[in-house]
């Protein structure tokens, strides 16, 4: 569909990115159900019958087992009718053992991602809950781990799956520890209800305007209008090539620093790279900063995902998002970085032909 002639030189050094096939999560609230082991058949449950904060979490026979609180996608894990939420400590580390304690929304080591594949995951992190040797604990995100399965069953039964667990696909090691979290892909981009602008053709100096799959008239854009360290990049409006905000949403695509994947830069500021910040998850959010920092600013780009170097996380058009009115130019749609999902058309993106 796309001539990507001024990539050509550079296609040795892009890599293709392989990620598993979610299963759908199932739009509903679970509410009062017990959270089951994939790997021993046994539900969450306090160590004891009189809780608080820092009561232990273990695993014990489903038919004696507590229930539970928890809601597809991201939010705290409730002790039915008690209140207290699932722990992790630090939310950060391997082995850490998980707990109740006074529940604070939000709170990071307190806010779980249920996935479409059934991981309970740290939202924004890496850590997933995983039924260890001693019971459970936190343990990175590794797909194929079922350790890090947990069923969604009926508060009444000791069996029989409100949702049932299906395995991702394995990849490789080297994939798998990169991933923050299995999650489930964002909806559909918002940018196609936004009414159709103009398109412009890149100019004729190399550098290129970054398109949504399907809407040449929008561009990936330096939100503020003029690429400077720190703003964020986000969707607008293409511009002509002769407005003075041109510059902030043509790219021009160079091999990355020690021949990893390709770097970014807006046009006119070549110091400047497209960037993730220190510790990328899914949501986390794009902008430009000095190119010095290195290898979070590698990309990987065969003409449709724009996939971050040696992660599996991709560019996407975040969910929901909506027009932004802001000086000087408005924004049509978010950008972030989220868990690469093949199919995934919010996160392909495409140039012109020249």
Do not use: M
């Given at each position: 569909m796309l001539a990507l002639t001024q990539l050509v030189s550079l296609l040795p050094f892009l890599l293709a990115s392989v990620a598993a096939s979610p299963t759908p999560i199932i739009s509903k609230?679970?509410?009062?159900?017990?959270?089951?082991?994939?790997?021993?058949?046994?539900?969450?449950?306090?160590?004891?019958?009189?809780?608080?904060?820092?009561?232990?979490?273990?695993?014990?026979?489903?038919?004696?087992?507590?229930?539970?609180?928890?809601?597809?996608?991201?939010?705290?894990?409730?002790?039915?009718?008690?209140?207290?939420?699932?722990?992790?400590?630090?939310?950060?580390?391997?082995?850490?053992?998980?707990?109740?304690?006074?529940?604070?929304?939000?709170?990071f080591q307190q806010t779980w991602y249920l996935t479409g594949d059934q991981r309970i995951a740290i939202t924004g992190g890496n850590q997933c809950l995983d039924e260890g040797e001693n019971g459970p604990q936190t343990y990175q995100c590794t797909t194929g781990n079922t350790n890090q399965i947990w069923n969604i069953i009926d508060g009444g039964s000791s069996s029989g799956p409100a949702s049932s667990a299906v395995p991702s696909a394995s990849v490789s090691a080297s994939a798998s520890v990169s991933v923050s979290a299995s999650v489930t892909p964002s909806a559909q981009p918002s940018s196609t209800g936004v009414p159709a602008g103009t398109v412009y053709k890149d100019p004729g100096y190399g550098s290129r305007?970054?398109?949504?799959?399907?809407?040449?008239?929008?561009?990936?854009?330096?939100?503020?209008?003029?690429?400077?360290?720190?703003?964020?990049?986000?969707?607008?409006?293409?511009?002509?090539?002769?407005?003075?905000?041109?510059?902030?949403?043509?790219?021009?695509?160079?091999?990355?620093?020690?021949?990893?994947?390709?770097?970014?830069?807006?046009?006119?500021?070549?110091?400047?790279?497209?960037?993730?910040?220190?510790?990328?998850?899914?949501?986390?959010?794009?902008?430009?900063?000095d190119c010095a920092r290195g290898s979070l600013q590698h990309w990987d780009y065969l003409g449709d995902k724009i996939i971050l170097h040696g992660r599996n996380l991709c560019v996407d058009v975040e969910k929901d998002s909506t027009p932004t009115h802001q000086t000087p130019i408005d924004m049509q749609a978010n950008l972030q970085v989220w868990q690469c999902f093949p199919d995934n058309t919010q996160q392909v993106f495409t140039l012109l032909d020249i």
């Open positions: 609230r679970y509410t009062g159900v017990k959270i089951q082991s994939y790997r021993d058949g046994k539900c969450l449950n306090p160590i004891s019958s009189q809780v608080g904060d820092g009561t232990l979490v273990v695993t014990i026979d489903c038919g004696n087992a507590a229930t539970w609180d928890i809601n597809p996608g991201s939010g705290s894990v409730i002790l039915h009718g008690v209140g207290l939420a699932l722990d992790a400590g630090t939310g950060a580390d391997n082995n850490e053992i998980v707990k109740l304690w006074t529940s604070y929304p939000t709170l305007r970054i398109h949504p799959v399907g809407r040449d008239d929008l561009c990936v854009t330096v939100s503020s209008g003029s690429p400077a360290t720190g703003q964020q990049v986000n969707v607008a409006y293409c511009v002509a090539n002769d407005s003075p905000f041109a510059t902030a949403q043509l790219w021009n695509i160079t091999q990355g620093q020690n021949n990893q994947g390709i770097a970014l830069s807006p046009a006119t500021s070549s110091s400047l790279c497209l960037d993730v910040g220190y510790n990328p998850g899914s949501g986390s959010r794009l902008f430009v900063e």
